[in-house]
């Protein structure tokens, strides 16, 4: 057990003690997608959804999601964010909306887990304003793309 971060000598679950960690520059964003049938992806694009304007009542959903993240992971640090964007837009193939969305912070420890909760809640939000008129979409390849900063360097995928 001593190889685990996350766990103390007698294996219960802690949260690392980031006090000694130098406060740097840390970005991350995540990217994920949802299929949507082509009926119901015309209305979200045209405004004309059921609950409203799609697209910016999503990013607004993942934007909240990011400030909370710590709430909703265990062990998950509370961070200063000092920068969240996050975006929908039709997935290239016109298959359904894509969510990217890159947080960024001033502290000692990363932000990957912020921009995979704002993707997830945007994706989430997408669903629930679509149900209505398609039970059948899908959510997946919710990733991190990109990361910078921290001992751990930089990450492109």
Known sequence: MA???HVDAEGRARMVDVSDKEHTLRTA???GA???APDA???ALGGKAPKGAVEGVSELAGVM???RTSELIPLCHPLALSGIDVAVTPTP???GLTVTASVRTTGPTGVEMEALTAVSVALLTIYDMLKAVDRAMVIGNVRVIEKHGGSSGSYRA
């Open 3 to 5: 190889d685990l971060t």
């Open 29 to 31: 964003t995540a990217t």
């Open 34 to 36: 949802i299929a949507i």
């Open 41 to 43: 992806l015309q209305l």
């Open 65 to 67: 999601a990011a400030k």
């Open 93 to 95: 193939d016109g298959s």
